[in-house]
């Protein structure tokens, strides 16, 4: 189980009806992308940040952050050729004569923009991720009446996933007994050993899986018995309660 899934589970959202949840996400996620404001970005990062960590008692606001360090590293590497351009007019906060780059008012403002656009988006990820166990999500992809062929898929890669952890994980551990790691270079020689048979283990695990669901039947589609869920209107009323602000925040601002 990944560590999301087990903060999922321990959610007071986790019994309501995941399609709402589904629906809701993706709406306000679009509605994130199409408006471009960064002050509408700003609103719904805080929102669902706020909203996940009232939801679930596992995550703390210290937790939270910790989630959200990950998307942020990636974002700051990511904004950087935005941020340093060629200097072409005159505009210039910052200039690198030797490279004849800088950073220019327009520059900054567009990687301000897609700073806060993909950081407020992964925020409402994590609120679904945060929220809904795996196997929720699946059911409602059916109920949205998406390829079966495409739903089997993500969850045969979702659980060759735990297949590939679960090699890494013992393998590692078998090294570490035979005193492995014990400085630079043994750290590397054993890195490099477990890359390489890592692939070759976990195929074959994979293969194992896949002729147990073969005998059990399997032809292509994964059937599951659906579960009762509470009722979750208030996920629909807060798609029109959100887009209204957020489009008049965006005609203010």
Not at 75 to 89: E, S
Not at 184 to 205: G, P, T
């Amino acid at each position: 189980m990944l560590v999301t899934d087990k903060y999922a589970y321990t959610s007071k959202l986790a019994k309501k009806d995941p399609l709402a949840k589904v629906i809701f996400t993706f709406a306000v996620l679009f509605l994130c992308l199409v408006l471009n404001n960064v002050f509408v970005s700003i609103f719904l990062l805080i929102f669902f940040a706020g909203f996940t960590i009232i939801s679930n008692p596992a995550v703390s606001f210290i937790k939270y952050i910790k989630f959200m360090l990950i998307p942020f590293s990636f974002l700051i590497m990511g904004i950087i050729p935005v941020l340093i351009t060629f200097v072409k007019d005159d505009s210039i906060i910052i200039l690198i004569e030797r490279f004849n780059a800088g950073i220019t008012y327009q520059s900054l403002s567009a990687s301000i923009n897609i700073f806060f656009r993909a950081l407020s988006a992964v925020s409402i990820t994590y609120f679904l991720a945060l929220s809904t166990p795996m196997t929720c999500f699946f059911e409602s992809l059916y109920k949205l009446k998406l390829p079966k062929l495409f739903i089997s898929l993500m969850e045969l890669i979702y659980r060759y996933i735990f297949i590939l952890i679960d090699e890494a994980a013992a393998m590692y551990k078998a090294q570490k007994l035979r005193l492995g790691y014990r400085d630079f270079k043994s750290s590397l020689l054993c890195i490099s050993e477990l890359a390489a048979m890592l692939f070759i283990r976990a195929y074959k695990r994979a293969d194992f899986s896949y002729q147990a669901l073969l005998s059990r039947g399997y032809d292509g589609d994964i059937t599951t018995i659906s579960q009762e869920y509470e009722k979750a209107y208030i996920f629909y009323v807060l798609i029109f309660f959100i887009a209204g602000f957020c489009i008049t925040l965006k005609a203010v601002l």
